[in-house]
Structure formats: structure tokens, C-alpha cells
């Protein structure tokens, strides 16, 4: 296990980055903080897995290491491939409905809110060990108009067509199953299907969190807005212009690298921005 032989390395402080997915049992989450981790409940392998990693790793608290455990949301910024290039290539080839009329509330974080919020929580680590902490930027805003503005920054229409939530979660629950078994020339240069259940309840249920005590641990607060946040995304797309065609993966074909936030220092790069660990 990682923690113990980072322990036997004589590491003492320790930034387990998680995710919210770890407390959503598929319902809106509104205005609350960080819920207990519960891998029975968390929808989906990949929260399942973060709940029972959290777990363990809070357990290691106080046994000879200070364990925090950090849950960025919806992590989003200039060449993210993860997020923001899905979503642009699928509404450029008009495959990304809206679900419920985009009103579902959500919150986001822009990357450098995230960066900075993971190191704070290694430098305030006596205050902050023992806990889980959910980050976001503060600024709910319904999904349908998140992905509008991403759109508008990568120079493609918005999705215009809505589907019923409902809906959504038994058809992308279908095309799970049956999406491995279609010719590939079928798919195109789609290798994931166009949706699935679990990217049906997160685009119609709300999920926003009081941000208060994560500001308090932290003793910080996010320094790019989410306005500011688009206008760099806009810049990122003016100076790296998408191909010209409205199919296929563009995701695929970029790569976005992240350094790994330590006590010494930037390490070599690793994706995704979720399996960083901060650690000193």
C-alpha cells in the first residue's frame, strides 16, 4: 500500500485526493458539505473505488501519518481533455443533448483553484488531517449554461435539444451494454458511448456544496473566478484553434500532463488531475 511505504520512507504528512462522487448516491446534492465516503452507495467502478481508497486512507490518520483528503469538483481549464474537449466535440457533432433543459445546479473548479486548494491543504495540515474537504470555485450555475459557455469558448453551437432526465439515465444505461458489442465502423472514432447512466444523473441532478468550512481549513479562497476562468478557456481555443470538422474525438489526440504538487517540489507529469497526491 502506498501509505505505508510512503510511512516507511518516514513521510509524515499526507493529501489523499478524492472526489465529491464518493458521497453521491445518484440524488441532488444542495448546499452541504463533505458527506461520508460510502462505497455501497457512490454510483459508478470510479467512485466506488475513490470512496473505499478515501477510507483507507483516513483510517492511516494518526497511526504514525497525518492523513487529509481533498474532493475537487468538476475539475475544468484550458486543454482539459477530460471534460471540457468531450463535451465540444460532442455538441460540435451535434451529440450532447441538454438533459431537463440544462437546469440542474452545479459547481465546477477551475484548475488552478484546485492546484492551489490541494497545496493549502498540505500546508495547513494540522488543521486540516483527519478530515475530508470538498473544493469547488463557489459559483453554482445550471450545467445547461456551463456547457453553453464551453461551447461558446471552443467556437461551437450549444446543445439545443433537450432530453428528459429520466430518460437519459435508461438509454445511457442500455448503451452501456450493448455499446462494446457494436462494430467499431459503426461507432466512428467513438471509442466510450454518447452516454451512459452515470453521465445522465450527473448532467440532472444538482450538485453544489457550502464552501464555508473548506475556506475556513484552508484559510484561502479561490483567486479565478469563473468568469475569469472562461475567458482563458476562450484564449486557449483563440491560440489553439480545433481542427476544422464537427466529428470524431479531439480529445483523443491532445494530451494534458500535470505535475504532481509536493513538499520538494513539482515531480514528472501525471494525468489525471484526480490521482494527484500531495505528500511531505
Given at each position: 500500500m502506498?501509505?505505508t511505504?510512503?510511512?516507511?520512507?518516514?513521510?509524515?504528512?499526507?493529501?489523499?485526493?478524492?472526489?465529491?462522487?464518493?458521497?453521491?448516491?445518484?440524488?441532488?446534492?444542495e448546499?452541504?458539505?463533505?458527506?461520508?465516503?460510502?462505497?455501497?452507495?457512490?454510483?459508478?467502478?470510479y467512485?466506488?473505488?475513490k470512496?473505499?481508497?478515501e477510507?483507507?486512507?483516513?483510517?492511516?490518520?494518526?497511526?504514525?501519518?497525518?492523513?487529509?483528503?481533498?474532493?475537487?469538483?468538476?475539475?475544468?481549464?484550458?486543454?482539459?481533455t477530460?471534460?471540457?474537449?468531450?463535451?465540444?466535440?460532442?455538441?460540435?457533432?451535434?451529440?450532447?443533448?441538454?438533459?431537463?433543459?440544462?437546469?440542474?445546479?452545479?459547481?465546477?473548479?477551475y484548475?488552478?483553484?484546485?492546484s492551489?486548494?490541494?497545496?493549502?491543504?498540505?500546508e495547513?495540515?494540522?488543521?486540516?488531517?483527519?478530515?475530508?474537504?470538498?473544493?469547488?470555485?463557489?459559483?453554482?450555475?445550471?450545467?445547461?449554461?456551463?456547457?453553453?459557455?464551453?461551447?461558446?469558448?471552443?467556437?461551437?453551437?450549444?446543445?439545443?435539444?433537450?432530453?428528459?432526465?429520466?430518460?437519459?439515465?435508461?438509454?445511457?444505461?442500455v448503451?452501456?451494454?450493448?455499446?462494446?458489442?457494436?462494430?467499431a465502423?459503426?461507432?466512428?472514432?467513438?471509442?466510450?458511448?454518447?452516454?451512459?447512466?452515470?453521465?445522465?444523473?450527473?448532467?440532472?441532478?444538482?450538485?453544489?456544496?457550502?464552501?464555508?468550512?473548506?475556506h475556513?481549513?484552508?484559510?484561502?479562497?479561490?483567486?479565478?473566478?469563473l468568469?475569469?476562468?472562461?475567458?482563458?478557456?476562450?484564449?486557449?481555443?483563440?491560440?489553439?484553434?480545433?481542427?476544422?470538422?464537427?466529428?470524431?474525438?479531439?480529445?483523443?489526440?491532445?494530451?494534458?500532463?500535470?505535475?504532481?504538487?509536493?513538499?520538494?517540489g513539482p515531480?514528472?507529469?501525471?494525468?489525471?488531475?484526480?490521482?494527484?497526491?500531495?505528500?511531505?
Amino acid at each position: 500500500m502506498l501509505l505505508t511505504v510512503a510511512q516507511e520512507l518516514g513521510v509524515q504528512n499526507v493529501v489523499f485526493v478524492s472526489s465529491p462522487s464518493v458521497a453521491h448516491a445518484g440524488t441532488s446534492i444542495e448546499g452541504v458539505g463533505a458527506e461520508p465516503a460510502n462505497p455501497r452507495t457512490a454510483r459508478g467502478n470510479y467512485a466506488r473505488s475513490k470512496a473505499a481508497a478515501e477510507l483507507l486512507a483516513l483510517e492511516t490518520d494518526g497511526r504514525g501519518l497525518r492523513v487529509a483528503a481533498i474532493r475537487p469538483h468538476i475539475v475544468w481549464g484550458p486543454g482539459d481533455t477530460q471534460l471540457v474537449e468531450r463535451i465540444v466535440d460532442r455538441a460540435a457533432a451535434g451529440r450532447l443533448p441538454n438533459l431537463d433543459h440544462g437546469a440542474a445546479m452545479i459547481d465546477t473548479t477551475y484548475i488552478d483553484n484546485a492546484s492551489e486548494a490541494i497545496a493549502r491543504c498540505l500546508e495547513r495540515i494540522d488543521f486540516t488531517h483527519g478530515k475530508a474537504i470538498v473544493v469547488t470555485n463557489g459559483e453554482p450555475r445550471p450545467v445547461g449554461e456551463l456547457v453553453a459557455r464551453m461551447c461558446a469558448a471552443a467556437g461551437v453551437d450549444a446543445p439545443t435539444r433537450s432530453v428528459p432526465g429520466k430518460v437519459a439515465r435508461v438509454a445511457g444505461k442500455v448503451i452501456e451494454k450493448v455499446w462494446p458489442h457494436i462494430p467499431a465502423k459503426l461507432r466512428g472514432h467513438d471509442s466510450e458511448p454518447p452516454m451512459t447512466e452515470f453521465l445522465a444523473e450527473q448532467m440532472s441532478t444538482a450538485h453544489w456544496f457550502d464552501q464555508k468550512e473548506t475556506h475556513e481549513l484552508l484559510n484561502w479562497k479561490p483567486s479565478v473566478s469563473l468568469d475569469d476562468g472562461m475567458q482563458r478557456l476562450s484564449q486557449h481555443y483563440k491560440d489553439h484553434p480545433r481542427p476544422e470538422r464537427n466529428t470524431g474525438s479531439v480529445a483523443a489526440e491532445r494530451s494534458w500532463r500535470l505535475p504532481t504538487i509536493s513538499a520538494s517540489g513539482p515531480s514528472a507529469p501525471r494525468t489525471p488531475p484526480a490521482a494527484v497526491a500531495a505528500i511531505r
